[in-house]
């Protein structure tokens, strides 16, 4: 399929949600809200399970299946409470020695004057910040769309994976066409460039595996109890420092390409 081909199927309205995988994988689940500052911010779903009798923390974002759903839970768009919610549930993670699974499927954090007003910025760093200094495991799964920080915010972890058919990136398509060609239109010509498909970052190294849709539940069962399994050998302090290492080769990398780039020019 085409990279544009991807990118819709991981919007469709169908895919399985938040909670799908917390119905089919977990036990016990029981939700947290609040963020202890302000709003409850229905985008991020989240709260303790039991995984195979095991204590966890699972959270993400949370996308409806009508219309109404999706206007309640703001199409998965969560604004700063979301991600202090998200923070706080992963904290509380920590203190208690829990290992922490997040789902990412987003178009990106809410861009909205309000949500501006009150920290989104300050918030999504913050949980960048904390996530990398965490002294439990932590594993994300890419289950439909992964735009900027907004993904990027609760996605901070030892291991991530994509189902073969999700897109990670930083903006949309039409978001990247329209800031690089001012026509939003060539979004199928973006989606290519752009390098968003799981195939693509498993190249790159972006993303730890690729897991397939075929028998779906059972597939992310697998890959999260072998997750854990290599982490589970891991000190906090080296879970801590995996992760820290593992986000700052990308700088790292990014740095070099930009650096051969203005060498070419030159």
């Known amino acids: 399929m085409s990279a544009i081909e991807k990118v819709l199927i991981a919007r469709d309205k169908d895919r399985p949600k938040i909670t799908d995988y917390i119905d089919n994988l977990f036990t016990d689940f029981f939700e947290q809200k609040g963020d202890f500052l302000g709003k409850e911010d229905g985008s991020i779903y989240g709260g303790i399970a039991l995984f195979h009798g095991r204590p966890v923390t699972v959270l993400g974002h949370r996308k409806g299946k009508t219309v109404e759903e999706n206007m309640a839970c703001n199409f998965g768009m969560p604004g700063p409470e979301g991600y202090r919610k998200a923070l706080r549930i992963m904290k509380q993670a920590e203190k208690f020695n829990r290992p922490i699974i997040t789902f ?120 999260i109890k072998s ?30 390409t930009e650096n051969q780039k203005e060498m070419e020019v030159v």
């Open 104 to 223: 990412v499927d987003t178009p990106g954090a809410y861009p909205g004057l309000e949500a501006e007003m009150y920290g989104q910025a300050q918030a999504i760093a913050a949980n960048l910040a904390e996530m990398s200094a965490l002294k439990v495991p932590v594993i994300t799964i890419v289950t439909g769309e992964g735009s900027s920080g907004g993904a990027l915010g609760i996605a901070v972890a030892n291991k991530v994976y994509m189902l073969e058919n999700a897109i990670y990136s930083v903006l949309s398509p039409e978001g990247f066409a329209s800031i690089l060609w001012h026509d939003s239109a060539r979004r199928d010509e973006a989606a290519e460039v752009m390098k968003l498909t799981a195939k693509d970052l498993y190249g790159f190294g972006v993303i730890d595996g690729i897991i397939s849709e075929d028998d779906l539940m059972a597939a992310v069962d697998v890959q």
């Open 227 to 256: 997750a854990l399994k290599e982490l589970d050998k891991l000190s906090g302090q080296e879970l801590a420092d995996a992760r820290y290492d593992k986000f700052r080769y990308f700088d790292e990398a990014l740095l070099a």
